[in-house]
């Protein structure tokens, strides 16, 4: 893990970008402490798509709930 101060962070912002990219992870500090970590945004996981899926599926099996009494144009005022 690398640490930055803030004021380099900020002036060499797109060196730390370029950092993240490659994979690592900075953290920045403001007169010695630690106030953010950027890092790798995480790849979509498996189980992540699996649980979209299976919400997807029972939504689609759901009947709708409520009544509509309008149409779209009068929702739109068109």
């Not at 939504?59 to 709708?64: A, I, K």
């Amino acid at each position: 893990m690398k640490t930055v101060s803030a004021a380099d962070a900020n002036r060499h912002f797109s060196s730390v970008l370029r950092d993240v990219a490659s994979g690592q992870v900075v953290t920045v500090l403001s007169r010695g402490k630690p106030v953010a970590t950027i890092g790798p945004v995480a790849a979509k996981s498996d189980q992540r798509q699996v649980a979209k899926n299976g919400l997807l599926e029972r939504l689609n099996r759901q009947p709708p709930s409520g009544q509509r009494e309008w149409s779209r144009d009068e929702l739109y005022g068109t």
